[in-house]
C-alpha cells in the first residue's frame, strides 16, 4: 500500500510526459487526487488509538518504540558482502499524518497550479507537472522511509526537482534562489552522509562488542551481528544504543564523543529544512522566488521534514546526544520564534512576511522537542501539522491576489475586504489561524509547546525563562499579524484595486478545506490529531528518558 | 660441454598459453598493424581506420572476458622468467580494467566519428596512437614490477602527448602538447630517479619484495629520509597520470588545447590505469609488510601521505573549476577533483587475503565504471553543443533545455551524478568509496585519517556543486535566444545511454556494477611465495573469522 502510494506521483510523471500538453495538468490533478483518497485509507489503523485498553497500554502504537509499524513493506534492496540495505517503508503515529498532509497539500498546491497557462512562465507544462509529482514522490518516500539509506535517497531526490521548479518558472531573482535552497539543503545532508556511513560502522562495532544485548526488536534475526540501516533497530537494539551513547565512544579523535557529534551532523541537515537561525536564510529567498504551489509545498511539506527528521533519526537514536544539547537546541528555537517574527515584522513584501513567520512558527517544533517532555514534543507535532495547514493558506492567500495585483507590496494594498469579501474572510481565517487565535490550529501546538517547556523546569533549570520568552514571540506574532490584515484588507477601498474580480471557485475550493481545518483542528485537537500521533511520541520520549548515559553538554553548555 | 642447444633450451621462452593471457594486448598491437597496413593495400581513409579501431577495441574486449575463466587464486604471471616475477601479470583485476578501458575507447571512437571523421586527414596516425597509448595503459594495469611500471607510464604517455597535438594548426594544442612533454619527461625522469635508489636499496624491482624490506626499515627506524623521497619520486610519476595535485599543472592546458576527443580519453582512462596502478601498489606494500611480519601500520607515512594528496586534490580541483568558463578546462578540474576522491582509496591498506581486501579496490572500480560513464555522457553532449555552437564556453549551453532537449537532460543527469547527487550512479560509486574509507576505521589507529578523508569527501560534493550547476543554470534558467537545433542522432542516443545506465544503476540495479567489482577486486596477483606467507601471518586469525565465501576460495587451503 505505501509503496503504491509512493509510487503513484511517479507513474504520473511519467505519463505527463507522454501525453499532449492540454491534458498535462488533468493527469497531474487526477494523480494527486488518487493519492490523496490512497493515504486517507492510511488512517484506518489509527482510528479510536486514543482510548486506551485495560492495561493502560494503547495497543496499536505497542508498549515500545517501533514495536508496532504498520503496513510494513520490506525486502532487500542493496546486499553486500557484510551487510543488507533494505527497501524498508511503515507507518507509525509520527509519519502518518505528515503522510497525509504531504497529499493534501499536494492536491492543493497542484489545484493552485492550474492557471498554469496565464503565469509569467508558462513554457513547457509538462515539465512542471512532471517535476511536480517526482517531487511528491520524494516528500512521500522521505516520510516513510525507514531504512536511512532509502531516506537519504528520497531527501535528496527532492533537491533536483524543487531546484528546477523555483529555477525555471521562479520569479526575477529565482536563479540565486535556487541555488541558494540547493546548497543549503545540500550542506546539511553532506554531513548526514557521514552521520550515514558512521552509524554503520559504529553499529557493526557495537553489537560485535557486546552481543549479549543485541537481540533485534524482530523475531525472525535474532540476535543481530552485523552492522545496520534500520531505523528502527538504531534506536531499539540494546548493544546499539549502550554502545552509541556511552560516554567512551569517540569519533575523529581521542575526546570527541560519538552520539552529540552525530547528533549535531544529523540535527544541521534538518535545521537547514525546518529552518532554524541561523541556517534560515534560504527560506525568504526561495520562497519570494518560487510559484505559488511551490510555496505551498515548500511551506506546508518540505519544512516538516526538519521536524520529522528530529524525532525519527536524532532523538531516538542518540538521546544522550539530545541532552547534550538541549539548552543549545532551546536557544536556537528561542532565537528563531523572536528573530523570525522581528523579521516578520519589517517587511515590506507580503509574501517575505509569510516566509519569515514560517521561521517563527518552526521555532516552537525546535523548541518543543529540545525540552524532550511529552506535552512538548506533542506539542512540536501538532505545531508541524497546523502549520502545514496554515502556511500553504497564507501562501495562498498571497498568490490570488498576486495574480490581480502583480506586485505584492503591503503598504500599497488597502481596503481588499470590501473589494473582495470572500477572499477578505478566507484570508482572516488564514492569518488568525497562523497568528494563534484560541479556537483555531496554530493556538494549541503553541500552548503545548509552552506547556512543554514549562514542564522540563525540574529537568532544566533554564526552562521557564525559555517559556516566558517564547511565549513573548506570540505578541509579536500577534502584532505583526494584525497589523498586515489592518494595512491590507482593512481600510477604506482603494481606487487601484475596486475592480478586482472577487476569488473565483477554484481558488474558493482550495481555500475552504485549508479554512475548515484551520477551525476544525483548532477546536477538536485531540481528535484531529493527538489521538492518533500521541502514542508513538510518548513512546520516543520514554525512549529519550531512559538514554544510557546523560552526560553533560558539550564545550560546557 | 654445454652445447648451444643446451645453453638455448636452459633460457627462458613464453609458452603459448603465456601468449595467451597476453592475448588482449597482442590485439592491440595487432589492430595498430592492420590500421597501418591498410593504407597500403586500400588508400587512406579516416573513417575506415576509425572502423578498424573501434572492431579491434571489442575483440580485445572479446579476448580478455574470454581469460576469465583461465584465471586462478593469485592471478598469474607470464612471459617473464620465474625470477622476474610479476613482470607481467593477469587477474581479475587486469582483465577488467582492460575490459572498462576498451569500452571507453570503443566509445572515443564513435565520438570521434560523429565529430572529426569528416574533416580529418590522417586518421590512420590518429588511431595508432589512441591505441598505443591504450597498450600502454593496459601494460599499467597489469604489472607489479618497477621497471615496468616505468616502460609502461612511458608507452601510455609519449603517444598521448602526440595526439594532444594531433590538431597541428591550433596554437593552444601545441602549447598543451609541449606542457604536456615537458612535464612528463620531467616527472619520468623523477620516477627512475626514485627507482633507481630503490633498486640501491632493496636490490629487486619486484613491488612485494621491496614492500618486505620498506616495512622491516621503516619498522627498524632506518633509512626513513631515503625511503620517503625514494616513494615520493615512485608515487610521483603515478600520480602525474593520475593528475593529482601537486602534479596536475599540464591538466587543466591539455584537457582544453586537445581535441575534445582525446580530452575525453585522457580524462578517463589514463587517470583509471594510473589509480589501479597505485592501488595495486599499496596493496602490493601491505603484503609485503605482512610478509616481513611487521605491523601495517609501519606504513602510516604513507597513507597519511596520500590521504592529504588526495584532499588537497579534490578541494584544489573543486575549487580552481569554478572559475572556469571554457567547458574542457571545467571539467579537467572536476577530473582532477574526481581523481582526488578515488586516490584517497589509496590511503586503505588492505589485510590480504581477508574478506575485505576487495573492498578499498572494489570501490575503486566501481568509481570508475561510474566516471567512465558519466564523463562519457558528459564530454558528448559538451562535443555536441559546442561542434554545433563553435564555441567550448559555458554560455554556449545557455537555452539548451529548450534548444536540444534531449541533449539537455541527459546532461543534467550527468552532472548531477557527478556532484555525486542520489539516485544516480555517481552517489553509489561516491557511497561505495565512503564505505571502503570506513571499513578501516575501526581496526587500525588510522581511524581518524579515514574519518578524516569521508568528511573531506562528503564537503567537497558540497563545493562541486556549484560550478556543476553553472552548467545546469545555463541550459535551464537562462536563455539567449539561439535557434533551436537537431543534434545528430548518435550522439544524443550515446548520451542518452550513459544516462539510463547512470538512473539504473543508482536506483533498480545497484546489485550488479557493484557485485561485478567487487569479484574482480578480489584475488589479486600476489607472488606465490607471498600467497603462502599471509596465512600464518599475524592476522590469520582475522582472515579465518571473516564469513565471506570469496575469501573461502582464496585462504580455505591454509585457514580451514
Known amino acids: 500500500m505505501l509503496t503504491y502510494i509512493v509510487f503513484l506521483p511517479l507513474v504520473g510523471a511519467a505519463v505527463c510526459m507522454f501525453v499532449p500538453k492540454q491534458l498535462v495538468r488533468g493527469v497531474a490533478l487526477l494523480t494527486t487526487v488518487a493519492t490523496f483518497l490512497l493515504t486517507l485509507g492510511l488512517i484506518g489503523p489509527f482510528v479510536g488509538a486514543g482510548s486506551a485498553d485495560a492495561a493502560g497500554l494503547f495497543d496499536i502504537f505497542g508498549s515500545k518504540y517501533g514495536e508496532k509499524m504498520h503496513f510494513v513493506q520490506r525486502a532487500d534492496w542493496i546486499v553486500g558482502d557484510n551487510f543488507t540495505i533494505e527497501y524498508f517503508v511503515g507507518l507509525d503515529g509520527l509519519n502518518m499524518p505528515l503522510v497525509v498532509l504531504t497529499s493534501f497539500v499536494s492536491l492543493l498546491a497542484c489545484l493552485a497550479s492550474w492557471n498554469f497557462d496565464s503565469w509569467k512562465v508558462n513554457k513547457g507544462a509538462k515539465g512542471y507537472f512532471a517535476l511536480f509529482l517526482l517531487l511528491e514522490t520524494g516528500m512521500l518516500g522521505t516520510f516513510v522511509a525507514l531504512d536511512f539509506f532509502l531516506f537519504y535517497i528520497f531527501w535528496e531526490i527532492m533537491l533536483l526537482p524543487m531546484y528546477f521548479l523555483i529555477g525555471v518558472w521562479g520569479g526575477p531573482r529565482k536563479e540565486y534562489a535556487a541555488i541558494k535552497f540547493f546548497l543549503f539543503t545540500l550542506a546539511g545532508s553532506v554531513l548526514m552522509l557521514v552521520g550515514l556511513v558512521a552509524m554503520y560502522f559504529y553499529s557493526a562495532e557495537a553489537v560485535l562488542q557486546n552481543p549479549a544485548l543485541a537481540t533485534s526488536y524482530r523475531p525472525d534475526v535474532g540476535v543481530l551481528t552485523t552492522g545496520t540501516f534500520d531505523l528502527i533497530e538504531l534506536a531499539s537494539n540494546q548493544a546499539i544504543q549502550t554502545y552509541f551513547n556511552a560516554e567512551n565512544t569517540y569519533f575523529l579523535a581521542e575526546g570527541i564523543k560519538f552520539a552529540p557529534l552525530m547528533f549535531m551532523f544529523l540535527l544541521i541537515g534538518f535545521a537547514v529544512k525546518l529552518p532554524s537561525f541561523p541556517v534560515h536564510t534560504w527560506l525568504p529567498d526561495a520562497h519570494v522566488e518560487a510559484p505559488t504551489p511551490i510555496s505551498m509545498i515548500l511551506a506546508g511539506v518540505l519544512l516538516k521534514m526538519g521536524g520529522y527528521g528530529f524525532l525519527r533519526l536524532c532523538y531516538p537514536i542518540f538521546p544522550s546526544g539530545g541532552h547534550a544539547w538541549a539548552y543549545f537546541l532551546a536557544v536556537i528555537g528561542v532565537i528563531s520564534i523572536l528573530y523570525g517574527a522581528l523579521c516578520a515584522m519589517a517587511q515590506t513584501d507580503f509574501k517575505k512576511l509569510v516566509a519569515y513567520s514560517s521561521v517563527s512558527h518552526m521555532g516552537y517544533v525546535l523548541l518543543g522537542v529540545a525540552v524532550m517532555t511529552e506535552a512538548g514534543v506533542q506539542g512540536a507535532m501538532f505545531q508541524m501539522i497546523a502549520h502545514g495547514i496554515s502556511s500553504p493558506m497564507c501562501f495562498f492567500l498571497v498568490g490570488v491576489i498576486y495574480d490581480r495585483a502583480h506586485h505584492r507590496e503591503i503598504n500599497r494594498f488597502g481596503g481588499l475586504w470590501l473589494t473582495m469579501p470572500k477572499y477578505g474572510t478566507m484570508a482572516t481565517i488564514g492569518f488568525f489561524a497562523s497568528l494563534g487565535l484560541p479556537g483555531m490550529c496554530g493556538f494549541i501546538g503553541e500552548l503545548w509547546v509552552l506547556l512543554g517547556v514549562f514542564a522540563a523546569r525540574e529537568t532544566f533549570d533554564w526552562a521557564v525563562p525559555m517559556a516566558i520568552l517564547a511565549a513573548a514571540g506570540v505578541i509579536l506574532t500577534a502584532g505583526y499579524i494584525l497589523w498586515l490584515i489592518q494595512r491590507v484588507y482593512l481600510g477604506p477601498e482603494k481606487q487601484e484595486y475596486a475592480g478586482y474580480p472577487e476569488a473565483n471557485g477554484r481558488e474558493m475550493l482550495i481555500l475552504v478545506p485549508f479554512a475548515a481545518l484551520c477551525v476544525l483542528f483548532g477546536i477538536l485537537p485531540k481528535q484531529m490529531l493527538f489521538d492518533y500521533t500521541n502514542g508513538t511520541l510518548n513512546l520516543i520520549v520514554k525512549t529519550m528518558a531512559t538514554a544510557p548515559a546523560k552526560f553533560g553538554a558539550m564545550a560546557g553548555m | ?560
Request: charged content about 10%; overall charge neutral; some cysteine.
Open chain 2, 1 to 560: 660441454m654445454h652445447s648451444l642447444l643446451a645453453d638455448l633450451e636452459l633460457s627462458w621462452y613464453p609458452t603459448l598459453t603465456e601468449l595467451g593471457w597476453f592475448a588482449p594486448e597482442l590485439a592491440l598491437v595487432g589492430t595498430i598493424v592492420v590500421i597501418l597496413v591498410a593504407p597500403l593495400i586500400l588508400g587512406r581513409s579516416a573513417l575506415r581506420s576509425a572502423r578498424i579501431a573501434f572492431v579491434g577495441a571489442l575483440v580485445t574486449l572479446l579476448l580478455a572476458c574470454n581469460l576469465v575463466g583461465q584465471v586462478s587464486t593469485g592471478g598469474l604471471s607470464g612471459l617473464a622468467p620465474e625470477a622476474a616475477a610479476g613482470m607481467l601479470i593477469l587477474d581479475k583485476l587486469t582483465i577488467l580494467v582492460k575490459v572498462i578501458i576498451m569500452l571507453f575507447l570503443a566509445g572515443v571512437t564513435a565520438l570521434w566519428v560523429l565529430g572529426s571523421s569528416a574533416k580529418e586527414e590522417f586518421g590512420e596516425e590518429f588511431f595508432v596512437l589512441m591505441l598505443g597509448s591504450a597498450l600502454g595503459m593496459s601494460l599499467m594495469t597489469s604489472t607489479l614490477n618497477l621497471l615496468m611500471i616505468a616502460v609502461a607510464i612511458e608507452a601510455a604517455s609519449l603517444p598521448s602527448y602526440s595526439i594532444v597535438a594531433f590538431d597541428k594548426r591550433n596554437r593552444k594544442s601545441a602549447e598543451a602538447a609541449l606542457k604536456y612533454v615537458v612535464f612528463g619527461g620531467i616527472s619520468a625522469a623523477i620516477m627512475l630517479y626514485g627507482i633507481s635508489l630503490i633498486y640501491g636499496m632493496y636490490h629487486t624491482l619486484n613491488v612485494v619484495a621491496i614492500g618486505e624490506g620498506l616495512a622491516r626499515d621503516l619498522a627498524a627506524g632506518t633509512n626513513t629520509v631515503l625511503i620517503g623521497m625514494s616513494l615520493f619520486c615512485v608515487l610521483g610519476g603515478i600520480m602525474f597520470k593520475i593528475a593529482a595535485v601537486p602534479f596536475h599543472f599540464w591538466c587543466p592546458d591539455v584537457f582544453e588545447g586537445a581535441k575534445i576527443e582525446v580530452t575525453t580519453w585522457l580524462s578517463v582512462a589514463s587517470k583509471a590505469a594510473a589509480l589501479v596502478l597505485l592501488l595495486r601498489l599499496v596493496d602490493a606494500f601491505g603484503n609485503g609488510a605482512l610478509a616481513a611480519g611487521e605491523s601495517i601500520l609501519t606504513y602510516n607515512g604513507l597513507a597519511w601521505g596520500i590521504g592529504i594528496l588526495a584532499v588537497i586534490s579534490c578541494t584544489w580541483g573543486n575549487f580552481a573549476a569554478y572559475r572556469q568558463n571554457n567547458v574542457k578546462r571545467l571539467l579537467a578540474f572536476s577530473s582532477i577533483a574526481h581523481a582526488g576522491y578515488m586516490m584517497m582509496l589509496g590511503a586503505v591498506f588492505t589485510l590480504p587475503g581477508s574478506s575485505t581486501s576487495g573492498k578499498p579496490m572494489a570501490a575503486l572500480l566501481l568509481y570508475l565504471i561510474m566516471y567512465a560513464i558519466m564523463n562519457l555522457g558528459a564530454f558528448t553532449v559538451a562535443a555536441i553543443v559546442s561542434w554545433q555552437t563553435k564555441s567550448e564556453d559555458v554560455s554556449a549551453f545557455s537555452g539548451l533545455g529548450r534548444r536540444a532537449p534531449w541533449l539537455a537532460v541527459p546532461m543534467v543527469c550527468c552532472l548531477a551524478s557527478l556532484v555525486g547527487l542520489p539516485p544516480f550512479g555517481g552517489f553509489i560509486a561516491k557511497y561505495w568509496l565512503l564505505l571502503a574509507l570506513g571499513s578501516k576505521s575501526a581496526e587500525t589507529t588510522l581511524g581518524t585519517l579515514y574519518w578524516f578523508l569521508i568528511i573531506m569527501a562528503v564537503v567537497n560534493t558540497l563545493i562541486s556543486l556549484f560550478f556543476y550547476f553553472r552548467i545546469i543554470r545555463a541550459m535551464f534558467l537562462s536563455d539567449d535566444q539561439q535557434p533551436e537545433f537537431r543534434p545528430p542522432f548518435f550522439g544524443t542516443a550515446m548520451a542518452n545511454l550513459c544516462a539510463v545506465l547512470l538512473v539504473l544503476f543508482g536506483v533498480v540495479m545497484l546489485n550488479g556494477p557493484k557485485d561485478l567489482a567487487y569479484r574482480y577486486a578480489s584475488d589479486l596477483y600476489m607472488p606465490a611465495r607471498y600467497l603462502t606467507k599471509q596465512v600464518d601471518s599475524s592476522d590469520a586469525a582475522l582472515v579465518a573469522t571473516e564469513p565471506t565465501p570469496e575469501v573461502g576460495v582464496a585462504t580455505a587451503g591454509g585457514a580451514r
